[in-house]
C-alpha cells in the first residue's frame, strides 16, 4: 500500500498529470490545493492586504487547470505559512506538500507509540492502514491539510500525557488555523483542569492575532469574516454531499434554508457539545478516552466539516485501542476503514453516508463497552 502510494505521487506530479498552465482546460493536479498555492503566491508577492480579495485569487490561481478560483477562505496566517511554496512551480510545490502531510500523518502516529501499547510493534501496518484510509488518501492527493490537525490533536495527546501541559496549550493555539477543531479543544482543557495549557493556547492565539493586525490592521478579523461569509454559505450548498458534520448532513438532506432543519441541526450539535463535556470535566476519565470522545465529536458538532477531515477518526481508534484494547478495536477499525468507502457514493444519494461512521465512532467512545468482546476460538 504505501509502495503504491508513493508511485501513485510520483507519476501525477512528475507527470504533470491534469495540469495545463498554458489553457488551465483540463482537469487539475492537487485538487484544492489551488487555493493555497495562490494564497501562497499572494503572500510572497507582498500582497497579503489583497488576500481576501476574490479578483487577486482568480489571478493567483489562473492557468492551475481551474474554471475561475477556488475560494481561500483560512485566516492570514495560513496563507503566509504557504508564503515559501508560492515561490515554486505548480507541481514542485504540490509535491512538497504532500510529502509534508504524509509526513505529519506518519509523524502523528510515531508520537503516539509511547502512549498506545503494542504501537511500536504494529507501526508500520498502522500508518499503510491509515495513509489509505479513503479520506485522508483524498485528503493527500487533494492538496489538504488534514495531516497537520492530525498531528496537533497526537502531540496534544502526548504532551498531556507526559504532563507537559505548557507545550500542550501552545499546540491547541496553533490549531486555531481550524477554530471550529481548536476552541472546543481549549474549552476542554479548561474543563479538566489543564490551567497552563489554557493560558498557553490563549497566549499563542494572542500573538497570532497581534503578528496579523500588525500588517492588516487590527480590524482584520472583522475583514476576514465578511469575505470569507459568502464563501461558507455557497460552500455550504455546492459541497453539501461532502459534509460529514449533523447540520452539513441535514443541510444536504433538507437544503440549508429550512428553518426546522437549522434548529434541530444546531441541537444536536449541541448534544455532542455538552456529551464532550460530560466525559471531558475533571479527571475521571483517563485521557486516552477524553482525547477519542474529542476527535470525533469535533467532526460532527462543527457547522463545515468535510469528509475528508474523517482522517481524524485515526486518532479517535488509537485513543480507544488504549481504553477499550486493541484486539477489540482493530475489528470496529476495519469495518470503519472498508465503510468509509461509502463515501463515494455521496453523489448519488445526495450526501455522505459517511456521517453514520463518525456518529457511530462518537457513541463507542463515549461508550466503548459498545465493542463487542470477540471470544478466541483457542
Not at 511554496?85 to 510529502?99: F, M, P, R
Not at 502523528?108 to 484510509?133: H, I, K, N, Y
Not at 452539513?248 to 457539545?273: P, Q, S
Request: proline letters at 5%; charged letters at 10%; a negative charge.
Amino acid at each position: 500500500m504505501l509502495a503504491a502510494l508513493a508511485a501513485a505521487i510520483s507519476i501525477a506530479t512528475m507527470s504533470g498529470a491534469g495540469l495545463d498552465s498554458t489553457s488551465g482546460s483540463g482537469p487539475r493536479l492537487g485538487g484544492d490545493f489551488p487555493a493555497f498555492y495562490g494564497a501562497g503566491s499572494i503572500v510572497w508577492n507582498g500582497d497579503l492586504d489583497q488576500l481576501y480579495d476574490f479578483g487577486r485569487q482568480e489571478e493567483a490561481q489562473a492557468g492551475l487547470g481551474i474554471d475561475g478560483y477556488l475560494a481561500f477562505a483560512y485566516p492570514p496566517h495560513v496563507a503566509v505559512a504557504y508564503a515559501p511554496l508560492g515561490a515554486l512551480d505548480y507541481q514542485a510545490a504540490y509535491a512538497l506538500h504532500t510529502v509534508a502531510m504524509i509526513a505529519a500523518v506518519v509523524g502523528a502516529v510515531w508520537l503516539l507509540r509511547p502512549v498506545v501499547p503494542g504501537l511500536d510493534v504494529w507501526f508500520v501496518p498502522v500508518v499503510a492502514a491509515t495513509l489509505t484510509f479513503y479520506p485522508l488518501f483524498t485528503a493527500l492527493g487533494g492538496g489538504q491539510n488534514t495531516g497537520v490537525s492530525i498531528l496537533g490533536f497526537a502531540a496534544i495527546w502526548r504532551l498531556l500525557a507526559d504532563d507537559d501541559e505548557t507545550k500542550a496549550g501552545a499546540v491547541a493555539g496553533l490549531l486555531l488555523f481550524r477554530p471550529q477543531y481548536a476552541l472546543p479543544v481549549i474549552g476542554l482543557l479548561l474543563l479538566r483542569g489543564h490551567w497552563r495549557a489554557m493560558f498557553s493556547a490563549f497566549g499563542v492565539g494572542l500573538v497570532t492575532w497581534a503578528l496579523t493586525a500588525a500588517v492588516m490592521g487590527l480590524g482584520w478579523m472583522a475583514v476576514w469574516i465578511e469575505q470569507v461569509r459568502p464563501f461558507v454559505e455557497r460552500d455550504a450548498e455546492v459541497n453539501a454531499a461532502n459534509s460529514i458534520s449533523i447540520l452539513g448532513f441535514a443541510h444536504a438532506l433538507f437544503g440549508v434554508e429550512d428553518t426546522l432543519v437549522n434548529v434541530v441541526g444546531a441541537l444536536a450539535a449541541v448534544a455532542v457539545g455538552l456529551t464532550m463535556v460530560r466525559v471531558w470535566f475533571g479527571s475521571a476519565r483517563p485521557l486516552p478516552h477524553a482525547i477519542a470522545v474529542v476527535t470525533a465529536g469535533v467532526l460532527l458538532m462543527s457547522p463545515h466539516t468535510m469528509f475528508y477531515d474523517a482522517g481524524l477518526l485515526v486518532i479517535c481508534g488509537l485513543a480507544l485501542s488504549v481504553v477499550a484494547g486493541a484486539s477489540r478495536v482493530v475489528i470496529v477499525a476495519t469495518v470503519v476503514w472498508f465503510g468509509a468507502l461509502l463515501h463515494l457514493a455521496n453523489e448519488t444519494i445526495g450526501a455522505s453516508p459517511l456521517v453514520f461512521l463518525v456518529a457511530g465512532a462518537f457513541a463507542i467512545a463515549v461508550h466503548p463497552t459498545l465493542i463487542p468482546r470477540f471470544r478466541s476460538s483457542a
